[in-house]
């Protein structure tokens, strides 16, 4: 089974085989947990609801079970929200759920999920016979006709996509070819739609959106080499986007974000299927244009009522609905994708700026449910998705984010492992010589650190400004390997090292000589805390430290009083200690009342703000100066 002709080898970095990493416990096993719990939640039966009902089978309907903790009389344990039997987009989350469950088995080795997937494989397969000429979805081939007629629908084309996906990834991560099967005999009557429509006809159609339609084409022409898939990578070619990219232009300001992100994962998709430079140069000036040239909020995401703001213009945009959950996750792919095509580590603090204050921060750390958005207004307050009620497009999201941490923490080139994100994990890499071991431990993950962790000598004597991790390398004597560690780009100075000293600093990464046996080398990352401004608005910042931005408790928007270039004296460490953690907290100082600053992502239910006016003590403007 192969799913790319570009030689992978000619890319700077690689990802590690699906198996080949497995998370330890820690904050992003936790969450992944969670994932895994709602997926198996979800009956079977509840999944396939409304292609069963397409098909003319909803008799078999009748099997779901009532949930166990909620009267059965209010039907939770069927699909509502968006799954909702007769919406618009009826059937988009079944195909997320596939796309989580294959990840979630491939890495784990999950055997229930993996059975799980056979049922709706079954039900799906079904469902294909039942309605013929290879249509497969939930909602009915009208849905296309009115798209193409210019009468109110809501992306079919979206909907369709989710479905392809999964099957897709269900046949990349778990070799099934069933799957597969099924996707290419659901290509048909797209293929047979898209021929009825010339060339500007069609573009036309590509307005309304597509999803990654343009991915899964050149997935499927991965897996197969069938040039019908050649054809429709050219045909969902959309001119208005990609042109304008391509001449430099800012096609971006107030276009719907998470239309345009997946079209441009599908253009990353095509060119390493296809090797045609032009997918590629589409891709570096999206990013250009969506990020380089336009700025992100504190939190490293972007988009405000599900839209790209202005280039550095976010003051008029912070309100109940900025950076949607969609986005956070696309564009994580989308730097992954230019990480391991360049080999530039900036796309990895990218990536771990907005696991924290996206992907986390949009997941409540006990229930497992979204945000499907994270409002930056002053007071403003998490809205959480149901199990059974919603189902926006985010819970599709959702449950593949949590699937892939472990492949964002390690990638491969030809002499050497690259850590990119500091993951409590495992890999293990295959060698000419023999298997080498390599484990991150992110030691001040739970603020654990001992019990004979006092004063002085024993120990720090107040919260460590400093983020620690260990690595350990081990392999039969004389297998050796290199292995590189990004510094982040919060770290201020130079990392402290403790243990093993092959450790050098080469190109802003460390780079770990392993001989062979055990290595094991301590390294702390020095921070500060950072005041982060408003572009636009220079005198109302957000802070933070290391990755994770601090959310201040309050219900409204409050100014501060102090000089911004120092946060430190606006800011003070508070209930940093007990027993044997260090806590995360702060507090203001030398404000008429006291707010109390917590992580972004372990805000629940709790009014929060990010941002704050900041006034010198004199009551002038403070003059704010970015800290990298």
């Not at 784990?108 to 290879?134: H, K, Y």
């Not at 022409?221 to 001449?247: H, K, Q």
């Not at 839209?307 to 976010?314: C, D, S, Y």
């Amino acid at each position: 089974m192969t799913l790319s002709t570009l030689p992978l080898s000619t890319l700077p970095l690689s990802p590690l085989p699906l198996d080949a990493v497995r998370l330890d416990r820690g904050v992003f096993d936790d969450r992944r947990r969670l994932n895994r719990a709602y997926l198996v939640s979800l009956q079977d039966e509840a999944l396939l609801q409304n292609f069963l009902l397409e098909a003319g089978i909803g008799d078999q309907l009748w099997h779901l079970q009532p949930s166990t903790d909620t009267p059965a009389s209010r039907g939770l344990e069927r699909h509502w929200g968006w799954e909702t039997p007769g919406a618009l987009l009826r059937g988009h989350f079944l195909g997320h759920w596939l796309s989580g469950a294959a990840r979630e088995a491939a890495v784990t080795g999950d055997r229930l999920l993996r059975a799980r997937i056979d049922s709706v494989l079954d039900g799906l397969e079904r469902c294909q016979l039942e309605n013929g000429n290879g249509w497969i979805w939930a909602i009915p081939p009208t849905f296309l006709r009115r798209l193409a007629e210019g009468r109110p629908v809501w992306a079919p084309q979206y909907a369709m996509h989710k479905t392809l996906m999964g099957l897709v990834d269900v046949y990349r991560d778990l070799g099934d070819e069933r799957a597969l099967r099924l996707a290419r005999a659901a290509t048909a009557p797209i293929l047979d739609w898209v021929r009825g429509f010339d060339d500007e006809s069609f573009q036309t159609i590509l307005e309304v959106e597509t999803g990654g339609m343009l991915e899964v084409w050149a997935d499927l022409l991965a897996a197969t080499g069938d040039a019908v898939y050649a054809e429709l990578l050219d045909r969902y070619y959309r001119r208005s986007l990609f042109d304008g990219l391509l001449d430099g232009r800012d096609v971006l300001t107030n276009m719907h974000a998470n239309t345009t992100i997946p079209e441009v994962l599908g253009a990353a998709r095509a060119y390493e299927v296809t090797g045609d430079d032009r997918w590629r140069r589409l891709v570096e000036a999206y990013w250009d244009q969506a990020v380089t040239k336009r700025g992100t909020f504190c939190t490293g995401g972007q988009t405000s009522g599900e839209i790209w703001t202005p280039p550095f213009e976010f003051a008029a945009r912070r309100g109940e609905k900025t950076q949607e959950h969609c986005t956070v996750y696309n564009m994580i792919r989308l730097a992954d994708v230019l990480l391991r095509w360049t080999g530039d580590l900036s796309y990895a603090d990218y990536i771990e700026q907005n696991l924290y204050n996206g992907i986390l921060a949009q997941q409540h750390p006990r229930t497992g449910m979204v945000a499907y958005f994270l409002p930056l207004e002053g007071g403003g307050r998490k809205n959480w998705g149901s199990p059974t009620e919603d189902f926006w497009c985010c819970h599709g999201t959702l449950v593949q984010a949590h699937t892939r941490h472990a492949g964002l923490a390690f990638y491969a080139s030809d002499d050497e492992l690259v850590i990119a994100q500091y993951i409590d994990s495992e890999a293990r890499v295959s060698t000419p010589a023999g298997e080498v071991a390599v484990r991150i431990e992110v030691l001040d993950n739970a603020g654990y650190v001992g019990p004979d962790s006092n004063a002085g000598e024993a120990g720090d004597p107040h919260r460590p400004s400093a983020f620690r991790v260990r690595v350990e390398i081990t392999s039969a004597d004389g297998v050796a390997h290199r292995v590189r560690v990004r510094v982040p780009d919060w770290t201020v100075g130079e990392p402290a090292l403790a243990g093993d000293d092959r450790v050098e600093l080469v190109d802003g990464a460390l780079a770990i000589a392993h001989p062979g046996g055990r290595t094991s080398v301590d390294i702390a990352f020095p921070f500060a805390l950072r005041a982060i401004p408003i572009p636009d608005e220079p005198s109302t910042v957000a802070f933070a430290e290391g990755p994770v931005v601090l959310a201040g408790l309050v219900d409204r928007e409050v100014s501060l009083h102090g000089d911004v270039s120092q946060p430190a004296s606006l800011l003070a460490p508070d209930n940093e200690r007990q027993w044997t953690q260090w806590l995360p907290g702060y507090r203001t100082v030398g404000q008429s009342s006291s707010i109390r600053f917590r992580p972004l992502h372990e805000i629940v239910d709790e009014p929060y703000s990010l941002y704050f006016p900041i006034d010198r003590v004199d009551g002038t403007l403070g003059e704010v100066h970015e800290q990298a």
